[in-house]
Structures are given as structure tokens and as C-alpha cells.
């Protein structure tokens, strides 16, 4: 996965997290399981989204005492099922929705889908730790389409985009989840 300081980190409340790049991208990542893409859809003329779900649960987990305080957090509750739990948009058009049953959507109102980079990292006794361990999704859109209106939103972010995004590849012990 390419790095890049986050401009925000955003929590369900869990042990997920999602980063909104300030150079356009979205990571969606946690360290205790990987992510599988459970559709992808146009949700508009203009912009598409991807759902994103939970995938297998990693044998060792990673850290999770040690991370940043997030922006933003919202809370879940699984007996309200696929139902949006919060919203967080971003003045280029990029969303991001919470569900309480733990999927998490993102999309732009304005722009199409160029790449999801799926990735994880297992626990590794010669990296030394588990440090980096889980999984990874990087969300890329396409184009420089800035909506007049920002959708409706729980938490609303600016985005500069004042470089390109960075492209995606993967870490020496990290391996493409299909």
C-alpha cells in the first residue's frame, strides 16, 4: 500500500478505520481481519460506489493500543442490521458510509471508481512483530468533478487534492486479497 499521512482517520468504533487522503484516496483498513469487495454500483449518473465487508479474521492481529485518536467516531449497533449508522463526505464528492452490521461503503458523488487495491499482511515472525498487520482497501476516483453540494453528511471533510494520487503497490510481505 502506498503511504501518505492521512488528512483525517474516521472510526465505526471498532477496530476499523478509514483514511481520507487529502490527495483524494480513501484506505478503509483494520488489523484484525482482511476486506472482501461485496459489490460495486452506480449509484448516480455521475459517481459509483463499492461495499465493503468483512473478510476472514487473522490467526495473530495486529496492535490496536497503539493508534492515532480519530477524527470522527461513530458508534454501531449490529441489531439495526444494513442500515447507514453515519456518513462522513468530503467537499470533492467522496462519502463514506457506516453500517451498523459493520459493511462500509465508499463512493463520490461525481466521479467513477479507477481502482480498489485490496491488500493484507499476516503476522510474520521474521519482520519481527505484527506491526502492519491486516488488512488493507484503497479506494481511487477518477477525474477532478468537485459536486456543488456536499451530500447530506454526520461529518463533513475538506480535501485539498493538490497532488495526484499515489499510485498503489504492495509491501514486500503483503499479498493481494482476491
Do not use: C
Not at 33 to 38: S, V, Y
Not at 56 to 84: C, I, K, M
Not at 92 to 101: A, I, M, R, S
Amino acid at each position: 500500500m502506498a503511504p501518505n499521512s492521512a488528512k483525517y482517520l474516521i472510526s465505526n468504533g471498532t477496530d476499523d478505520r478509514v483514511s481520507l487522503f487529502d490527495d483524494g484516496r480513501v484506505k478503509v483498513w483494520s488489523t484484525t481481519h482482511l476486506w472482501t469487495e461485496l459489490s460495486r454500483e452506480r449509484h448516480n449518473a455521475l459517481g459509483e460506489t463499492v461495499l465493503l465487508g468483512f473478510g476472514r479474521t487473522l490467526d495473530t492481529p495486529g496492535p490496536v493500543d497503539r493508534r492515532q485518536q480519530p477524527d470522527a467516531e461513530f458508534s454501531l449497533d449490529p441489531e439495526q442490521g444494513h442500515t447507514v449508522a453515519a456518513t462522513v463526505a468530503a467537499d470533492n464528492g467522496t462519502f463514506v458510509q457506516f453500517f451498523h452490521d459493520g459493511t462500509i461503503a465508499v463512493g463520490n458523488d461525481g466521479r467513477d471508481l479507477v481502482s480498489v487495491f485490496n491488500a493484507g499482511r499476516e503476522s510474520n515472525t521474521t519482520r519481527g512483530g505484527v506491526n502492519g498487520v491486516g488488512g488493507s482497501v484503497m479506494v481511487t476516483f477518477g477525474g477532478s468533478y468537485r459536486p456543488r453540494t456536499v451530500r447530506e453528511n454526520d461529518f463533513q471533510v475538506e480535501l485539498a487534492e493538490t497532488t495526484s494520487p499515489r499510485p498503489n503497490r504492495l509491501y514486500k510481505d503483503e499479498f493481494l486479497v482476491k
